[in-house]
């Protein structure tokens, strides 16, 4: 059986300042965020360019945008996938709804600025 296979996320902040400098009409009160996924099937293959291997098929993908609260509820709703067996990390034969949502979490900790 096919499965999604979550091998990384990484957040990138906009902060409030900085949003309120470019859009100066807009109100923006807490910092916001673009979270992404590389993430594949695990039944598709392609070919690495630099080492003209077979590998594992992967892609960016935009999972959520918005405040922390946004990001952490649709971790909550993609991880829902994770008990069906249908989304699991890279490695690892089951992933857990918690782990699923400790990463994206993880992933707002440390989250890559947006600035110059």
């Given at each position: 059986?096919?499965?999604?296979?979550?091998?990384k996320?990484?957040a990138?902040?906009?902060?409030?300042?900085a949003?309120?400098n470019?859009?100066p009409?807009?109100?923006?009160?807490v910092?916001r965020?673009?979270l992404?996924e590389?993430?594949?099937?695990n039944?598709l293959?392609?070919i690495?360019?630099?080492?003209?291997?077979e590998?594992g098929s992967?892609?960016?993908?935009?999972?959520a945008i918005g405040?922390?609260?946004?990001?952490?509820?649709?971790?909550?709703?993609l991880?829902?996938?994770c008990?069906?067996?249908?989304?699991?990390?890279?490695?690892?034969r089951?992933?857990?709804l918690?782990?699923y949502?400790?990463?994206?979490?993880?992933?707002?900790?440390?989250?890559v600025s947006a600035?110059?």
């Amino acid at each position: 059986m096919s499965h999604t296979i979550s091998y990384k996320h990484v957040a990138i902040c906009f902060s409030c300042d900085a949003l309120k400098n470019a859009l100066p009409d807009s109100s923006f009160y807490v910092d916001r965020f673009i979270l992404l996924e590389l993430h594949g099937d695990n039944n598709l293959t392609t070919i690495n360019p630099y080492s003209r291997r077979e590998v594992g098929s992967r892609h960016w993908m935009t999972e959520a945008i918005g405040d922390r609260y946004d990001i952490v509820r649709n971790a909550i709703r993609l991880s829902v996938f994770c008990e069906g067996g249908d989304l699991r990390f890279y490695g690892q034969r089951d992933t857990s709804l918690e782990s699923y949502i400790r990463r994206v979490r993880n992933a707002l900790k440390k989250p890559v600025s947006a600035s110059k």
